[in-house]
């Protein structure tokens, strides 16, 4: 059984940072690619940014520049810095892992965290 918790979501005025973090805990025999997602109510959840095992990332473009992922493959924690935040940033924000266990290997997902920015 794997499971993912996040951290650091909240309510920032327009300008502010943010860090989320997403730990996987369990029977964790590696870890792949990791990202982060968003979604507001009444839309698709969106990819943010995306990191590889290799340690090679990808963004949305409207976040290039603010938003910073970065893992630890030996915490199996992935990290989102988020700097100067706008309010079309707020959403709830979703971690991904890909994660290797004694039964396999599959994506699994955080339980979201919300992220309020105020203009």
């Known amino acids: 059984q794997v499971q993912l918790v996040e951290s650091g979501g909240g309510l920032v005025q327009a300008g502010g940072n943010l860090r989320l973090s997403c730990t996987a805990s369990?029977?964790?025999?590696?870890?792949?690619?990791m990202g982060w997602y968003r979604q507001v109510p009444g839309k698709q959840r969106d990819v943010v940014a995306l990191i590889l095992g290799g340690g090679g990332t990808t963004y949305q473009d409207s976040v290039k520049g603010r938003f910073t992922i970065s893992r630890d493959n030996a915490k199996n924690t992935v990290y989102l810095q988020m700097n100067s935040l706008k309010p079309e940033d707020t959403a709830v924000y979703y971690c991904n892992m890909y994660i290797a266990t004694m039964s396999g290997k599959s994506y699994y997902w955080g339980q979201g965290t919300q992220v309020t920015v105020s203009s």
């Open positions: 369990g029977s964790i025999v590696g870890t792949g690619a």
